[in-house]
């Protein structure tokens, strides 16, 4: 029958329209920002700097190699790495970086800096209300800015971290172990 099509369509729309002010589920508009659709884990928009423990200049993964910094595709991080050592949360002397910025109005969100660092030390964070009134540096990310902790990591990408913890763990006591003494030769 000619339009039929279309008053199948209407029909879904009514019983969509009707059936939203009795079932919750049938809402499709959310009132943001008084309301907020959970992202998904994978949801991914601009870097952080990953720091362990309590205190976030002593804890920060980072060790200034800037592999990262080569690697951006726009070079929007800037790297300046320490002259000197500090000692790290568990109290290991390591270089760091000294500045570590990263301009997010430049940053493509293609994830390279994360796949290439190999200290596990940048990571991808899910803020996106990020838009500012001003226009020049505003939007040039400072280290204080981006460094977070490992608890906010879990609480962004639980099982990520989750494997990342385990990878770290497990290369902590590889180093650890004790190598094997060479055998006595006669
Ligand atoms: S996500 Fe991509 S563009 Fe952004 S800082 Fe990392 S490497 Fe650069
Ligand atoms: S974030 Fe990773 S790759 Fe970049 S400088 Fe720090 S340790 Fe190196």
Known sequence: ???AGILRGMAVTGRNFLGSYFEKDRLTTVQYPEERTPLPENSRNFPFLVF???EAQAGLRCVACQICEKECPPQCIYIVKSKDKKPDYVGKPQFYPATFDI???VCMSCQICVEVCPFEAIKMDKVFELSRRERFDALLMKKSDLAKSNAYY?????READVVDASLAAAAAAKKKPTAAPAATS
Do not use: A
Request: aromatic share 0%.
């Open 1 to 3: 029958m000619i339009g």
């Open 52 to 54: 362990d423990g309590d």
């Open 154 to 158: 879990h609480g962004i990408h639980p």
């Open 103 to 105: 301009d997010i109005s």
